[in-house]
């Protein structure tokens, strides 16, 4: 017996259209419904054997579902939780894939109807493409996916969204929402902070009358790839996890300062130092 | 007739052996003498066709040269010179690939005999590798070649330099060697200062009871790829740039702390804003 009878994909692009997918694949899955705004993504979709049929309205969409998977830009999820709850079958899941938790989750619980289940949980994979066309079946294979339950999450809810990913090939991390959102505010939303600032200060230096920018090599151009995301999902991110995001920003002034003053002072020592811890952090999670 | 007679590279690796190996497929060099102090590499350069002999006193090595090109570590070349300048042979231009200039070329300058030559010159060209067997002869094809003549300079030799490089398949850029330094700094120093901070910063985050880059995924590693970068010659670097280096630190700081105003501030237009003329900058460059 498939571990999901009907479900609902919000979103079908690369995040929601490669677990339809991988569902499939290992028949964890009956019937996947894909819901979006864009009917040609959503004809694709199905041309693709990604779902099984499509609806352009969440109500409707998500009618007779058991799980309702979210995978839309991070901002929307609360709007779309609110939106469909009075239309979700008795027993049904909703989870998510948004990359912040603790606002998410505590505004989804509080809006779901009772006998309906909220799980929120972020699966830590993706790549610089978008769109149902981008999406594969082993995009989550052995990757992580942190599911964030609270005092309030149902346990029946919980274990069968830890299996939906087990199946998909996660490894499953359950974890606070709050440790959750620190811990991706440190690895993913501060590193994406440095490289917007990077490009902005290396664009911005107008010592002469040219854009300096043309005499960067591969060197720089690899490591201010992340600095071309999509400017209104980090507008979002930034305002839905600011705390944490603030707090790594600190630390990380706090850092970029004491190396400054090793280069000011001229301390050799001090700065092969600081060069080799990093470089020995780095080496270890090749 | 080849543009260079005799031509001695001392360090014969991944930028020497490259320009070695391009010289001679174009013609553009009758005998390479390869300088180091590892037997064993330059034994390997000489059977890899690279350098036609070798000899690990510098001193010894460039005898009779009519072109002398310095590819070893950037701390290191100003003491070459001092070491060999008593033994060049009248006419020899002496000429570098270090990444710094501005405290390199006057330190050499001063240093060259009545009628030696010394050319300050950078090929902004590079990969992850080292060593002879790294090197190939289209290193420098389409790159940037920085060459950075003073008022002192010799007009001949710098001629030939740019011969050279252009010969090896370089645009040819002159530049004032403060200039130099100081888009050096923005484009490749800062950056590396940057990611050596951003992976002490994330490594330091102790809130937790374990190490929370074992959470980073494929983007992190990519993004602090530089930060794996070799430490002694990042203190050099840092310590023969810093003027440079510290402008763009502090350059740096601004638009980063601009930034942390608007995250606190909640200012979802104004980051919107300085993520996409971020993003602008950087696609522009790709």
Known sequence: MPLIHRMAVVGVGLIGGSLARVLREKNGVEEIVGIGRTEKNLRKAVELGVIDSYCQDPREGVKGADLVFLATPVCSITRIVADIAPFLSPGCIVTDGGSVKGMIVSACESLMPEGTFFVGAHPIAGTEKS????????????????????????????????????????????????????????????????????????????????????????????????????????????????????????????????????????????????????KQSRDAII
């Open 131 to 278: 769109g149902v066309d981008a999406s594969f079946s082993t995009l989550y294979s052995d990757k992580r996916c942190i599911i964030t339950p609270t005092p309030e999450t149902d346990k029946d809810a919980l274990e069968k969204v830890v299996n939906m990913w087990t199946v998909a090939g996660s490894q499953v991390v359950l974890m606070d929402a709050e440790k959750h959102d620190r811990i991706v505010a440190a690895i993913s939303h501060l590193p994406h902070m440095v490289a917007y600032s990077l490009v902005n200060a290396v664009g911005g230096y107008d010592r002469y009358d040219e854009n300096i920018l043309k005499y960067s090599a591969g060197g720089f151009r690899d490591f201010t790839r992340i600095a071309s995301s999509d400017p209104v999902m980090w507008r979002d991110i930034a305002l839905l996890n600011r705390d944490a995001i603030l707090e790594t920003m600190d630390l990380y002034i706090e850092c970029f300062s004491q190396l400054r003053a090793l280069v000011e002072k001229e301390d050799g020592p001090g700065l092969e130092d600081f060069f080799a811890r990093s």
